[in-house]
């Protein structure tokens, strides 16, 4: 285990631990507007939704390697309104290109190749090309570091963000009407060059955990096994409760573990690992009870 203290470091090195370990990061790409009319777009990746009541977002424009305020934030201390775009896989390669260091007044709608729509409650125009963006007034922005800018690169302005107007595209809903993760295909930021794909197999489910019995309930015989993982023992923990007597004795009367048995007996296989491995596979089908009435059949 490699322990760090962050005052031991530079920023920028403690920084690359960071970033390194926490992700993947939602990107906002947000678009602003300064006093003049002239339009930024730029993406940030210290980002996320902070509550619903009112619905609001945060991002954190963080100072150059230059000492210099970023654009974006510049802009939304002249005007305190912004959208903040969803970045999709098939934008990402656009993204990137707009997270150039273009000089002030460039518009990067045009630089990237992005459609500018006009927003509907707030100045900055609003991506077409994004599956889903926020229009937002800017409530509050949260300097972490009181230092002036040119001392402190790498500091962070926490921009809070209510959101007044929302446009979600048709395509990314299905046929409940819920918002469908596969269809809205979002990326992530992570360290270095790095991003991450929230499609295909990187899409799983965990159902919302009920007041089960809880990990310190299960047997230590379990608790302790070789073969089941952390995640294995949370599904486990998650059931409301353990099997009766009578179940477990009418499972292993049953033929559904006849075959482990006779491994057991014939092919000198160690039951109890043959019943967890079982058990395992069972959790990863999500058949909890049965991985139950499996694992409680060890002698």
Not at 18 to 25: A, D, E, S, V
Request: charged share 20%; aromatic share 8%.
């Amino acid at each position: 285990m490699k322990t760090i203290n962050p005052a031991d470091l530079q920023p920028s090195e403690f920084y690359r631990y960071m970033i390194g370990t926490i992700g993947p990061r939602p990107i906002a790409f947000a678009s602003t507007i300064d006093a003049k009319g002239q339009v930024n777009l730029s993406p940030f990746s210290f980002f996320n939704v902070f509550g619903y009541n009112p619905p609001t977002l945060v991002f954190a424009p963080s100072i150059n390697r230059h000492g210099h305020k970023k654009h974006t934030l510049l802009n939304l201390e002249e005007v305190g309104e912004v959208v903040i775009n969803i970045v999709n896989y098939a934008m990402v390669e656009q993204v990137s290109l707009a997270s150039a260091e273009f000089e002030r007044g460039i518009n990067e709608f045009d630089k990237a190749g992005f459609t500018a729509i006009p927003s509907d409650q707030v100045r900055p125009p609003r991506v077409a090309e994004s599956p889903a963006a926020f229009e937002c007034i800017v409530r509050q922005i949260i300097p972490t570091n009181e230092r002036p800018a040119h001392e402190t690169p790498g500091a962070g302005y926490l921009v809070i963000c209510e959101v007044v107007m929302a446009h979600i595209h048709d395509t990314i809903f299905n046929e409940a009407g819920a918002i469908d993760p596969h269809r809205l295909d979002l990326i992530g930021r992570m360290g270095g060059d790095w991003y991450a794909r929230a499609h295909g197999d990187a899409l799983f489910e965990v159902a919302r955990p009920k007041i089960g019995i809880g990990i310190d309930q299960i047997p230590h015989s379990i608790r302790n096994s070789t073969i089941l993982s952390g995640n294995d023992l949370g599904k486990l923990g998650s059931f409301i409760a353990l099997p009766t007597a009578d179940e477990v004795s009418a499972f292993g009367a049953s033929d559904q573990l006849k075959e482990l048995i006779d491994e057991a007996r014939y092919g000198c296989q160690y039951l109890p690992d043959l019943l967890h491995l079982r058990a395992k596979q069972l959790l990863a089908d999500n058949k909890v009870k049965d991985a139950w009435l499996t694992l409680l059949q060890a002698p």
